[in-house]
């Protein structure tokens, strides 16, 4: 490990990955810290992604990598109506339940191989900061305290985010948008291949949903989330999973625990600071409806890369210069469907158990030519008039 470098990546999830993968590529000198053991573990996440969307980083995806493919997908009601999505109309919902143990564990190797250098268990611990713009961080390792120095800090460290703090971002996360998630990967169980389900209700999962993800032969993760607010003694989610469990798969295996946050709150105001570029979970990138991360936390962070390693060339990571970045994901794709995401979000999670059965059980038997949110959602909108007032404001 050197005392400096042309950039320092903090975390080793996939937007790390992805920023310094670019980096290295583009021939700059690049340092990922880690603070666990192993990338890729304890995996906590459900690992489901979009074809469609890995599909922009990967021509062929490594079968390793994939633990089942995802043919469509069905929502139940809180009344019991299962709403199917084949698979013409699941659209983004269509793809894959990931392998994350081995596929975050090959996104840094891919990095590696470029050129970057990863060290594991070594975690930040602050920011060294001179007249208030970031110059690096101070790096615990193996015991020892050491300073890193960069000419652009990445910080890609997960929803438990410190660094963007440690440089004085301020990166609350309001309790009411974060989820509390609890996951177990079960066996043994009933369920239908190549199909993810979704339950939804304030009975079985308070503003939140349980979720089914096949991973193979009787095998999936089976999972919830539920918002801070509703976490109390007694009443937690993996309370909630247990009362699921008992009564769906009584006579299911559970293999492992994982339990993790999610923020489904608005992106952080602004991501970039003199020298500092925030990606991913730790730039509240996940998505307000799904929780889903793992793209945007790539996409962002090879956005990241790119601009980082421009403006190194150009000699000026000035937050103005940085701005790029934060101004490009905002008009992508990604960041107006968060946008709108966010505020379909704060909708649905107002609605009782009762409206839920009626909006959903209104589009349970339309069909759709093509499926996506958005579609979802302007379907609603028509059988639902009295919603219009609510998201006219939607793009
Ligand atoms: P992470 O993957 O969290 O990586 C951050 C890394 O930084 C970690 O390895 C961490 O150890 C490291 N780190 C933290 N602090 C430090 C430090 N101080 N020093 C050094 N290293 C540090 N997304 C989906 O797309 N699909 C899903 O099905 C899905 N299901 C989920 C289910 C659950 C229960 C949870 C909790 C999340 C789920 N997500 C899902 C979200 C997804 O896991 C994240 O959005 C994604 O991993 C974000 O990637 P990242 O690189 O930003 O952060």
């Known amino acids: 490990m050197k005392n400096e470098y042309d950039v320092l990546i903090i975390g080793g999830g996939p937007g790390g990955a992805l920023a310094a993968k670019t980096c290295a590529e583009k021939g700059l000198s690049v340092c990922i810290i880690e603070k666990r053991p192993a990338i890729g573990v304890p995996v906590r996440c459900a690992e489901g992604i979009g074809e469609d969307l890995i599909g922009?980083?990967?021509?062929?995806?490594?079968?390793?990598?994939?633990?089942?493919?995802?043919?469509?997908?069905?929502?139940?009601?809180?009344?019991?109506?299962?709403?199917?999505?084949?698979?013409?109309?699941?659209?983004?919902?269509?793809?894959?339940?990931?392998?994350?143990?081995?596929?975050?564990?090959?996104?840094?190797?891919?990095?590696?191989?470029?050129?970057?250098?990863?060290?594991?268990?070594?975690?930040a611990v602050d920011a060294i900061m001179e007249d208030g713009v970031v110059k690096g961080a101070v790096i615990e390792y193996f015991g020892e305290k050491k300073e890193i120095r960069a000419k652009v800090v990445i910080a890609a460290d997960g929803v438990e985010s410190k660094f963007s703090r440690y440089c004085g971002v301020d990166t609350t996360v309001p309790l009411r948008e974060l989820e509390t998630c609890a996951q177990y990967l079960m066996t043994d169980i009933d369920i239908e291949p190549g199909i993810t389900v979704f339950y939804v209700g304030r009975e079985v999962s308070p503003e939140?949903?349980?979720?089914?993800?096949?991973?193979?032969?009787?095998?999936?993760?089976?999972?919830?989330?539920i918002s801070g607010t509703q976490s109390k003694d007694s009443s937690r989610a993996k309370d909630y999973l247990d009362k699921y469990v008992k009564k769906n798969f009584p006579d299911g295996k559970i293999i492992e625990l994982i339990v993790g946050g999610v923020s489904v709150c608005k992106p952080l105001e602004c991501t970039v600071a003199d020298n500092l570029i925030i990606v991913g979970d730790a730039a509240r990138l996940s998505d307000p409806i799904?929780?889903?991360?793992?793209?945007?936390?790539?996409?962002t962070g090879r956005l990241a890369g790119e601009v980082a390693s421009e403006c190194i060339r150009s000699n000026d990571c000035s937050k103005e210069k940085l701005m790029k970045y934060d101004t490009t994901w905002r008009s992508s794709r990604m960041g107006k469907a968060l946008e709108r995401n966010y505020q379909i979000k704060e909708i649905f999670v107002k609605l009782s158990d009762a409206q839920l059965n009626s909006v959903l059980n209104s589009v349970n038997n339309l069909v759709m030519k093509e499926f996506s949110t958005l579609t979802l959602i302007k379907e609603i909108i028509k059988t639902n008039p009295r919603l219009v007032k609510e998201l006219s404001g939607l793009r």
């Open 56 to 123: 922009e980083f990967f021509d062929e995806l490594n079968p390793k990598w994939i633990s089942e493919k995802i043919k469509g997908a069905k929502l139940i009601s809180p009344d019991g109506s299962s709403f199917y999505l084949s698979p013409e109309m699941a659209g983004n919902e269509v793809g894959y339940v990931l392998d994350r143990k081995f596929f975050d564990r090959d996104l840094i190797w891919l990095a590696v191989e470029s050129g970057a250098e990863c060290y594991v268990k070594a975690r």
């Open 290 to 299: 799904t929780g889903g991360g793992i793209y945007n936390a790539m996409y």
């Open 208 to 225: 939140g949903y349980i979720w089914i993800f096949p991973k193979g032969d009787r095998t999936a993760n089976v999972g919830i989330g």
